[in-house]
């Protein structure tokens, strides 16, 4: 049995399962729908915004899909939201490369400083080993 099937359905609350996917547009067909909760799952794609349903829900029935997008949740779908994933992306990668740089330098620094204190400044011989 599909949930679209149910012709009185007033509430759906699908939230926190890990979904993923995208909102189907039958939901817009319900005219009882009062509450309808997809928060916190990983859904993509446009939220459906025709019908009387969608129009009257929460942007909190939404939150935690990074993925969607449309009208209803005032976030553009398309051309204009990839933009915003890409610099998320050149922010990791710019931070992982600084995180490379640095540890790359310390073991830099460790080794020039073992190499001086070992190869360059000669250690005192002890007291007790001098034949002389």
Not at 26 to 44: D, H, M, P
Not at 57 to 79: D, M, Q, W, Y
Not at 115 to 125: A, K, N, Q
Request: hydrophobic share 40%; proline share 7%; charged share 15%.
């Amino acid at each position: 049995m599909e949930i679209s099937s149910l012709p009185s359905i007033t509430e759906v609350d699908i939230s926190h399962n890990l979904l993923t996917g995208t909102i189907p547009s039958t939901f817009c067909n319900f005219r009882t729908l009062e509450a309808f909760n997809v928060s916190y799952n990983q859904l993509t794609g446009p939220v459906p915004s025709s019908g009387i349903a969608f129009s009257r829900l929460h942007l909190s029935s939404f939150t935690g899909n990074e993925g969607l997008c449309g009208r209803v949740i005032n976030k553009p779908c398309g051309a204009d939201a990839e933009p915003k994933v890409k610099r998320i992306q050149s922010k990791k990668s710019t931070c992982a490369i600084i995180r490379l740089m640095a540890t790359a330098f310390g073991v830099g620094l460790f080794i020039l400083l073992a190499e001086i204190r070992f190869f360059v400044i000669p250690l005192p011989s002890p007291r007790y080993m001098n034949l002389d």
